[in-house]
């Protein structure tokens, strides 16, 4: 199982809206409406963003957003703040009761 | 709250075997699948397979077949990842992660360990 395809860096200044995309296949992103997001800080351990392709767990802000089209899915951040400023995973579901995850996109705010 | 905390660092040499504990708190053990991901230095995230509590099931990614075992002791709600046969890309933070029972997807994740492999 191939890691899902991310952009290695995307950046942006405060206040702007960025798009982080992720693409796969048809075994797995584009077979599934089960793409998620995790945001990891330096040193941190990754923290659920998005699930389903576009839903929010309670307490993340309303500023991330998730969505697909074919095999591709992409999160979008608005308002971009400094405290954004992670690495950024995708991973979906890829059948068999198997995961696979992005190679991940650092973000950077300007 | 849920906790999941892991076991310390390990260094070991190049063959040999490591296995790291993930003890969870503030939900019980055999609800949620276990979800065993490794991150290399300066590397992204890698999916390594997950273990159902309940049941003792385990699905391995095909990577790591024949090297890993998962298992967990329920009476002390601690799960486990055992690596063998251990090469220098072995060198990575494992972290355990409690599966959602939204969709497929991790809300959990313990504090990672560091396994480093060197001679």
């Known amino acids: 199982q191939s890691a899902l395809t991310q952009p290695a860096s995307v950046s942006g200044s405060p206040g702007q809206s960025i798009t982080i995309s992720c693409t796969g296949t048809s075994s797995d992103v584009g077979s599934y409406n089960l793409v998620s997001w995790y945001q990891q800080h330096p040193g941190k351990a990754p923290k659920l963003m998005i699930y389903?392709?576009?839903k929010r767990p309670s307490g993340v802000s309303n500023r991330f957003s998730g969505s697909k089209s074919g095999n591709t899915a992409s999160l979008t951040i608005s308002g971009l703040q400094a405290e954004d400023e992670a690495d950024y995973y995708c991973?979906?579901?890829?059948?068999?009761?198997?995961?696979?995850f992005g190679t991940g996109t650092k973000v950077t705010v300007l | 709250q849920v906790h999941l905390v892991q076991s310390g660092a390990e260094v070991k040499k190049p063959g040999a075997s490591v296995g790291v504990s993930c003890k969870a708190s503030g939900y019980t053990l055999t609800g949620y699948y276990m979800h065993w991901v490794r991150q290399a230095p300066g590397q992204g995230l890698e999916w390594m397979g997950w273990?159902?509590?309940?049941?003792?099931?385990?699905n391995y990614a095909q990577k790591f077949q024949g090297r890993v075992t998962m298992t967990r002791d329920t009476s002390i709600s601690t799960a486990y990842m055992e690596l063998s046969r251990l090469t220098s890309d072995d060198t990575a933070v494992y972290y355990c992660?409690?599966?959602?029972?939204?969709?497929?997807?991790?809300?959990?994740w313990g504090q990672g360990t560091l396994v480093t492999v060197s001679s």
């Open positions: 273990i159902d509590p309940n049941s003792g099931g385990t």
């Open positions: 992660a409690r599966d959602s029972p939204i969709a497929a997807a991790v809300d959990s």
């Open positions: 991973c979906s579901y890829a059948g068999s009761s198997t995961l696979v």
């Open positions: 389903e392709g576009s």
